[in-house]
């Protein structure tokens, strides 16, 4: 660790700490309660980076005045942000998190979506328990699994979108973003002290997000 990022260490660690939490939400995106739980953290975490920017430097010459604007840009002007801090608030002080879900069943090739048809399910119910209502539904009425005639080459699956309230894109979409953002805001930080920019954009540890939202099914062939 360079001497400049030391001097925000705990604000660096956090940051790290918010990476982590988003790759839960990949991992866990079919997990209803275990997705609140990382998207409820990853908030915490992201949140709370400028307040321990601002705690480690307000001694340094010259920083608060400067960092004044700079934070101001990021928790009140940027919207992705300013979003963040309303569901920390929410989170805190009023009640949990509860995403919005939609969600399709349909039969895909790779990313290709052959057929779909869109299928409640509910906030707090993970797909796999879904996925079993369809199947029981498709029993009743064999036409839906006809339909969508997943084979060998055609696979089942159940494409799931989570959304938060004031988020226009897609629950990985959005987080992903503002992580970036507050990236931005760091390396900001670490160029006033005299360090070099993060590299831009997500590292590339940050896979296409249909991997996490495209959960597949093998074996669920229909038959007759």
């Given amino acids: 660790m360079s001497c400049v990022h030391e001097k925000?260490?705990?604000?660096?660690?956090?940051?790290?700490?918010?990476?982590?939490y988003l790759h839960q939400i990949e991992g866990h995106y079919?997990?209803?309660d275990a997705l609140r739980y990382s998207m409820n953290a990853f908030i915490r975490s992201l949140r709370e980076i400028p307040d321990m920017v601002t705690m480690a430097l307000q001694n340094h010459e010259g920083f608060p005045a400067w960092h004044k604007p700079v934070k101001s840009a990021l928790e009140l002007d940027d919207h992705l942000f300013s979003k963040i801090i309303q569901h920390r608030n929410h989170i805190v002080h009023k009640a949990m998190l509860k995403p919005e879900s939609k969600a399709f069943v349909a039969s895909i090739r790779g990313y290709t979506i052959k057929m779909q048809f869109g299928f409640y399910v509910d906030p707090f119910e993970d797909s796999d328990l879904a996925i079993q209502r369809f199947i029981q539904m498709s029993k009743k009425d064999p036409i839906l699994m006809q339909a969508l005639a997943p084979d060998e080459v055609q696979v089942l699956a159940l494409i799931r979108e989570w959304h938060v309230e004031g988020f226009g894109e897609e629950l990985i979409e959005s987080?992903?973003?503002a992580?970036?953002?507050?990236?931005?805001?760091?390396?900001e930080i670490l160029v006033f002290l005299g360090g070099e920019r993060f590299p831009d954009g997500l590292p590339d540890c940050f896979k296409d997000s249909r991997n996490h939202r495209y959960k597949k099914y093998h074996g669920l062939h229909h038959e007759g």
């Fill in 179 to 187: 992580w970036v953002r507050v990236t931005t805001y760091l390396s």
């Fill in 175 to 177: 987080f992903r973003n």
């Fill in 30 to 32: 079919h997990d209803a």
């Fill in 8 to 20: 925000i260490e705990a604000a660096l660690d956090r940051w790290h700490e918010s990476h982590w």
